[in-house]
């Protein structure tokens, strides 16, 4: 190993050992340009496809998470079954961190596709009711029996991946791991999203895709296994 090689090795070690980011720090780290390279594995296939996406995260103001929160009309609400106190997200909008998200994907078969949403998270101590049908996780969503450091809440989108319309789902956070980990109920599938920071400038990004039962079981069949390696860029 020459000299060049060792002051690279050190500078990576120094950037694994940045400090343990809390909850607001990780989605501050979050915010800016990120450009991707992902490989998906369809496992009822056997296919195998490779894309790279670029996309930015802009974090949202008070006005546009109240906007998540309410919708555009002021008879209904885009999230009937959940009921959140919004006096903490008044007085400090940075509980509940959210994103306006865009992005643009090419596969390598020449596909694109480009998309925008907001989403917002919020921990589940400002959520004073939930009537949402409760469903099992599976097994890539479980976490640890020791729960006391993990913050939990709702992943409130204005526009769902795979389907059109608002949609919940639950996240995950901890701290010592520095993981976000998101699982949303499609109609027909179940969607666990795992991102992890290990430099303050990578991320290691893992989705699997479940087939979602028809009698409300624990999903077991995937569909789809996803790795990535995601870079922010500051120009």
């Known amino acids: ?11 990576f070690n120094q950037k694994l050992n ?8 990780f989605f501050t780290a979050c915010a800016g340009l990120w450009k991707t390279e992902r490989i998906y594995h369809f496992l009822l296939t056997g296919e195998i496809e490779r894309s790279y996406t670029e996309f930015r995260a802009d974090q949202l103001n008070s006005a546009e998470k109240q906007h998540i929160l309410t919708g555009s009309s002021a008879a209904s609400t885009p999230f009937p079954g959940i009921k959140i106190d919004l006096d903490p997200l008044t007085r400090d909008p940075s509980t509940c ?3 306006a998200i865009a992005f643009d994907t090419r596969s390598e078969t020449g596909e694109e596709v480009s998309m925008s ?15 949402l049908e409760s469903m099992p996780l599976p097994l890539a969503a479980r976490i640890p029996n020791d729960t006391s450091e993990i913050i939990q809440g709702f992943y409130l989108r204005d526009q769902g991946y795979s389907e059109a319309g608002a949609i919940a789902g639950r996240f995950t956070y901890q701290p010592t791991r520095q993981t976000l980990e998101m699982t949303t109920y499609y109609n027909r599938s179940v969607a666990v999203d795992q991102m992890r920071f290990v430099t303050p400038d990578v991320r ?24 990535g390696v995601e870079r922010k860029h500051t120009t």
Request: cysteine-free; hydrophobic content about 45%.
């Open 204 to 227: 290691m990004r893992t989705i699997v895709t479940y087939q979602r039962p028809t009698d409300g079981s624990l999903p077991t069949v995937i569909d789809l296994i996803g790795f």
């Open 1 to 11: 190993m020459n000299l060049s090689q060792l002051f690279d090795f050190a500078n």
């Open 18 to 25: 940045f400090k343990m980011l809390s909850f607001q720090d």
């Open 117 to 131: 949403l907001k989403a917002l998270f919020v921990p589940d101590r400002y959520v004073q009711e939930a009537t």
């Open 97 to 99: 961190p959210g994103f």
